[in-house]
């Protein structure tokens, strides 16, 4: 920015220093196309530069000796300098005098200013001295900088001022470097970019495209959009590569060299050439590479919180390119793996519950929780209390806690410890497993058909219609000591003896849950869900068809509520109701007729393949 930009004007200062006279000679200092004849490049420069006012930095021996000179050459040009305008430094010969000049060039430098550097009489490593001010005061201070230098030489009777501004530029390229390879922050790199732009340099509009692809794929990444950081990425790598090898210097006044880190960082994570929009990107071993990639730059580069939620994303792209699924980035399509996903967790969680903390049928025991506690899965996954630590299973229930944790700022009772950690372990077990499509693979157990899951009250036709209309391979009913007499009676009449629960000298996977206040035994349905056999039977039938008609308001809760958790274990359920037209009287009299059944709905719990007979490894 030049004095005048933006909302407010800023002031133009000339800084200098003056030594020891001697080797002040008039000669044409020439500036662009401008001559002014002087003993001194700062008084050529202020003509030429106009400033508002000057700072010149002077030792002790120079106030005495060659102020007055250049007091009296700055009248010559009707310059009048007030006593404001010397600051007195020392000689620079210690480290503490240096820090002196600093402090006195900081101090009579104000924010927003725009320094004009004059570094011709500078005493030997002064110029140095300048040179890191001005640098530190472009952060500091946010001062804009033009550096010059007048080459004088005896005898010669012109002297070229030379603009040296690009060397500060160059500083601020370390400075944008270093932080990209640190942080990987691409802003401030575009922003130096910006300002060749602005700076009216040739090809300006090509740079401002340029800038805008860097921030674009900086704002990306800085959001956790991997595909939107690959395409804009791919873009800026794309501009450089049609860049002639000459022309890097033309565009930013830069050697071609001083991009290299920049595009070896962008071409880690950019899309293949080729692909302009994310529909075009196709789910495969390149993309999942691409993706991976990009979680390893997230963890170089300190962000953690990227690099969770880039893995959690990952596992169920691919899951799904395990199972051949094409609209990957289909939002609902998306929904119903993650579901998947989830409710295999919370199988394996619950069956290893049940295998490691039997609960005997009908004891009340608390029930194995849908969602364990994040130390309750760290517990599990290092003491072999969960799923098998090497499984995918394993992998989404600590990925997912870490994520969750971070995503909710934490706000959960469990403490967030080592997240960086986890991210690690994560990242290395991805690795191991990324081309095995079996570790990826959703397959189910399943050792039992189609399971009827009914309440049972004092009338009998309704079951009768549902075993009927379902035609089960197994009978689960909800009922109380007082309407079960009428269970043989119903299933005899409908030819299904083979469905008699085990309570009546029936077989497995038949069975009955007894409540003993069928009215008010809302607390008895956690016996039930928390018993062996009904974890057994939800977890491995292949579906699960509720039935909500039948008993009272406590059995159908209760049938409702065992659905419900089917549902969020992934088990496949279907919800129907019963429906017999007749009048009461005559349902009464003749209950065995095949009244309706309405569907009410019906959730896949479970995308995936199945597997019969002996439990398998997930994945």
Not at 299 to 328: K, S
């Amino acid at each position: 920015m030049r004095p005048g930009e933006g909302l407010f004007a800023v002031s133009t200062v000339l800084l200098f220093s003056l030594g020891l006279p001697g080797g002040y000679e008039e000669t044409d200092y020439c500036i662009g196309e401008n001559t002014f004849r002087d003993r001194f490049s700062a008084l050529a420069l202020y003509q030429a530069k106009r400033p508002d006012k000057m700072v010149i930095l002077a030792t002790a021996e120079a106030q005495r000796q060659t102020i007055p000179q250049f007091q009296d050459a700055a009248a010559r040009i009707g310059l009048t300098l007030n006593a404001d305008s010397f600051v007195s430094i020392p000689d620079g010969r210690s480290q503490s005098e240096i820090y002196d000049i600093l402090d006195a060039i900081i101090s009579h430098v104000d924010t927003a200013d725009h320094v004009i550097l004059d570094i011709t009489n500078s005493f030997r490593h002064i110029p140095f001295i300048y040179f890191s001010a001005v640098g530190f005061l472009t952060s500091l201070k946010q001062v804009t900088v033009e550096v010059y230098y007048a080459a004088f030489e005896r005898g010669q009777p012109r002297t070229a001022i030379l603009d040296l501004t690009d060397l500060v530029t160059l500083n601020d390229w370390h400075h944008a470097l270093r932080n990209l390879q640190e942080t990987g922050d691409l802003h401030r790199l575009a922003e130096r970019i910006r300002d060749k732009a602005k700076a009216g340099r040739q090809y300006a509009k090509e740079l401002r495209r340029f800038a805008n692809w860097l921030l674009g794929t900086d704002e990306a990444l800085a959001a956790g959009l991997p595909l939107e950081a690959g395409l804009k990425a791919a873009k800026a790598v794309e501009w450089s590569e049609k860049l002639p090898a000459g022309q890097a210097r033309q565009f930013l006044a830069v050697g071609a060299e001083s991009l290299r880190p920049l595009l070896e960082e962008l071409r880690r994570f950019a899309m293949p050439p080729g692909i302009r929009a994310k529909e075009q990107a196709a789910l495969d071993s390149r993309e999942l590479e691409r993706q991976l990639v990009l979680v390893d730059w997230y963890l170089e580069h300190g962000q953690v919180d990227n690099a969770l939620r880039l893995m959690r994303e990952w596992v169920v792209n691919r899951v799904l390119w395990a199972h051949h699924v094409t609209d990957w980035l289909d939002r609902d399509q998306r929904a119903r793996w993650e579901h998947a996903i989830n409710a295999a967790s919370r199988r394996a969680w619950t069956a290893s519950r049940a295998a490691t903390h039997p609960a005997p049928s009908g004891a009340h025991t608390p029930p194995a929780p849908i969602q364990p506690s994040a130390q309750a899965r760290e517990r599990a996954y290092t003491q072999g209390e969960g799923p098998e630590k090497d499984s995918l299973l394993s992998l989404w229930g600590i990925l997912r806690d870490a994520r969750n944790g971070v995503a909710h700022a934490g706000f959960q009772s469990s403490v967030l410890e080592d997240i960086g950690r986890a991210a690690e372990s994560a990242l290395q077990t991805i690795q191991l497993h990324k081309n095995d499509d079996r570790f990826w693979r959703l397959e189910r157990q399943v050792k039992y058909g189609r399971i009827l899951l009914t309440p049972l009250g004092r009338s009998t036709g309704l079951i009768y219609t549902a075993v009927l209309r379902t035609n089960p391979e197994g009978l689960l009913v909800v009922t109380s000591q007082e309407a079960l007499h009428g269970l043989r009676t119903a299933l005899e009449a409908a030819g299904r003896p083979d469905l008699l629960p085990v309570e009546l000298g029936g077989q497995a996977p038949n069975h009955v849950f007894l409540l003993n206040d069928p009215y008010t035994g809302y607390s008895q349905v956690e016996d039930i869900r928390s018993g062996a056999f009904w974890r057994e039977v939800m977890l491995y039938c292949r579906e699960l068809i509720c039935s909500i008609t039948g008993g009272t308001t406590v059995l159908q809760w209760c049938v409702s509520t065992l659905a419900n958790e089917a549902l969020r274990h992934g088990i496949p359920v279907r919800t129907v109701a019963m429906v017999d037209r007749r009048p009461h009287e005559e349902q009464q009299q003749n209950p065995f007729v095949c009244g309706e059944m309405i569907t009410l709905g019906g959730v896949p719990g479970y995308a995936g393949q199945e597997s019969q007979g002996a439990p398998q490894d997930q994945g």
